[in-house]
Nanobody, 127 residues
Framework: QVQVVESGGGSVQAGGSLRLSCAAS????????LAWFRQPPGKGRAGVAK????????SYEESVKGRFTISEDNAKNMVFLQMNRLKSEDTAMYYC????????????????????WGQGTQVIVSS
């Protein structure tokens, strides 16, 4: 069974940091598109960052550039999201999404292109 499981969420004060982890199983993350999405309370799901493990290409949503870093560990079959200088507006449920074996990485504006999703991990940033 192909799945991804997130961890690392929690409560933190504004300006603090958290590191989210996404553990994949049932398939290798090699040559795959993996992304982080988030859904704030009462709002829709939006893309945050993505990485294509085939060539290491990365992109971020504008509001997190310079604060968040997505990375991969092929040996552990995991993807991470390091979140620094957190703001109250970063409060959301964070989801890992994957398209294993994808030929490229899909736009963060098209979550439907990611067939595999985790259950999410909650991030609360208090000001």
């Amino acid at each position: 069974q192909v799945q991804v499981v997130e961890s690392g969420g929690g409560s933190v004060q504004a300006g603090g940091s958290l590191r989210l982890s996404c553990a994949a199983s049932g398939s290798s993350i090699s040559r795959s598109c993996l992304a982080w999405f988030r859904q704030p309370p009462g709002k829709g799901r939006a893309g945050v960052a993505k990485i294509y493990t085939g060539d290491g290409s990365i992109s971020y949503e504008e509001s997190v550039k310079g604060r968040f870093t997505i990375s991969e560990d092929n040996a552990k079959n995991m993807v991470f999201l390091q979140m620094n200088r957190l703001k109250s507006e970063d409060t959301a449920m964070y989801y890992c999404a994957a398209d294993f074996g994808a030929p490229m990485c899909w736009s963060l504006t098209r979550p439907a292109n990611f067939p595999t999703w985790g259950q999410g991990t909650q991030v609360i940033v208090s000001s």
